[in-house]
């Protein structure tokens, strides 16, 4: 059997988890690739060496296909979840992974689901079930135990701010942040505003 004769053999079996993550994957690829008006349910499954009876048995168009590739990436997989040791690097992490996850490809993508979707608040289509900020809660629980944030900081606005920030700047300018931008964002606006005097 050739090589690509295995290859096809191989992703034939895959099925659940594996496959959507391999579908997912291939959806993240296309948008970089092709942007969000040129993507197809056919390039997909090419792209995944699945058909498109197998997408549409688990999404029913493309909008929500690409909804399930963003949102795939929030929160973050737990294992990614910085912890440093200390809060600066642990904030600067989740927003570095933030700006890795939302290329401006990514970004074009939501663009182009509220086109098609119409006048549907962002948050719902990022947050369907609602904001769970499990990232932060990690972080910021982790730092009050280490004794660098008081238990009472920890409220649903610090929670999120750091990504919204992030977001806005994402969404703006439509390009990744700088490493310089992320600091900022850190060390001008969150640091003093959640760390114990």
Do not use: C
């Amino acid at each position: 059997m050739s090589t690509s004769g295995q290859q096809d053999k191989l992703k034939s079996r895959r099925r659940g988890k594996e496959l959507e993550t391999a579908i997912l994957q291939a959806v993240r690829e296309e948008l970089q690739e092709q942007g969000y008006a040129n993507l197809t349910m056919d390039g997909v499954a090419e792209r995944s060496g699945t058909s498109k009876a197998v997408l549409y048995r688990r999404w029913a168009n493309r909008a929500e296909l690409v909804l399930a590739a963003l949102r795939e990436r929030v929160p973050l997989p737990l294992e990614e979840v910085p912890d440093t040791g200390n809060l600066r690097d642990d904030v600067i992490g989740v927003l570095r992974a933030m700006n890795h996850n939302n290329t401006q490809a990514m970004m074009k993508a939501l663009y182009g689901l509220v086109t098609e979707l119409g006048a549907v608040p962002l948050a719902s289509l990022i947050f369907p079930d609602g904001r769970q900020n499990r990232t932060m809660t990690i972080v910021l629980q982790r730092a009050a135990d280490r004794g660098e944030v008081a238990p009472e900081a920890i409220t649903p606005r610090m929670l999120t701010l750091p990504s919204d920030l992030a977001r806005h700047e994402l969404m703006l300018y439509n390009t990744p942040m700088t490493e310089e931008m992320i600091a900022s964002i850190v060390d001008e606006v969150y640091l003093p505003l959640v760390l114990k005097r």
